[in-house]
């Protein structure tokens, strides 16, 4: 069974372009949550997505946007970029809650900021 | 609103010596809790959790975790480390009954040295 997918693994943007970061979630699996990674904060978690709709949102300013597709593939779109934005974005998948709570996470896309 | 707390950023040991990484959290509703380790331009694997029942949990490669609901720990344990336990390690909580938001703690590299 295949893992989960992310796309692109890296990316450079420079400040003021916005980017969107794709999510394929193991098959069967219909929640998705994404999570940013950065070495001052650690793991904070962005958003939840089940049956195409947010579950629940991390404390993120507006410019943090997502969307689940039927066939529960995410993306997640950050606009007008900041320096701090830099930061590797992990999606993590899991069956439906409630669930068994395992949540199994992707390689990530590595974002960096100019 | 929870908390965790892993009070060692890092932890240096050498090769088939016992480790211990702690971890403390802080919630006013009942938790899941889970340790992941995460190896260089990696994604997160879920080493173990506690959802319920005995409070001892195991992985399948020698790590243990015992929940401790009166000092609210849940510290991971592995009598013998090997090279290839060298990663970081993250605790995360859950809240029962809510979503599959995890909080995660700032993380515990863990060095092992030959």
């Known amino acids: 069974k295949a893992g989960v997918t992310q796309t692109p693994r890296y990316l450079i943007k420079t400040r003021g372009q916005q980017v969107t970061l794709s999510c394929s979630p193991i098959?069967?699996?219909?929640?998705v949550s994404w999570y940013q990674q950065t070495p001052g904060q650690g793991l904070q978690f962005l958003f939840e997505y089940f049956s195409e709709t947010q579950r629940n949102k991390g404390n993120f300013p507006g410019r943090f946007s997502g969307r689940q597709f039927s066939n529960s593939r995410s993306e997640m779109n950050v606009s007008t970029l900041e320096l701090g934005d830099s930061a590797l974005y992990l999606c993590?998948?899991?069956?439906?809650?409630?669930?068994?709570?395992?949540?199994?996470f992707g390689p990530g896309t590595r974002l960096t900021v100019l | 609103a929870q908390s965790v707390t892993q009070l060692d950023s890092q932890v240096p040991v050498f090769e088939e010596a016992p480790v211990e990484l702690r971890c403390n959290y802080s919630?006013?509703?009942?938790?899941?809790l889970f340790w992941y380790v995460q190896y260089p331009n990696q994604g997160l694997q879920l080493l173990l959790k506690?959802?319920?029942?005995?409070?001892l949990v195991e992985s399948i490669n020698g790590f243990e975790a015992e929940f401790n609901k009166s000092q609210t720990s849940f510290h991971l344990r592995k009598p013998s480390v090997h090279i290839s336990d060298t990663a970081e390690y993250f605790c995360a909580v859950t809240t029962q009954g809510g979503s599959e938001k995890l909080v995660f703690g700032k993380g515990t590299k863990l060095t092992v040295n030959p």
């Open positions: 506690y959802l319920s029942g005995s409070t």
């Open positions: 919630s006013s509703v009942s938790v899941y």
């Open positions: 098959s069967g699996h219909r929640s």
């Open positions: 993590a998948s899991s069956l439906a809650p409630p669930t068994t709570h395992e949540q199994f």
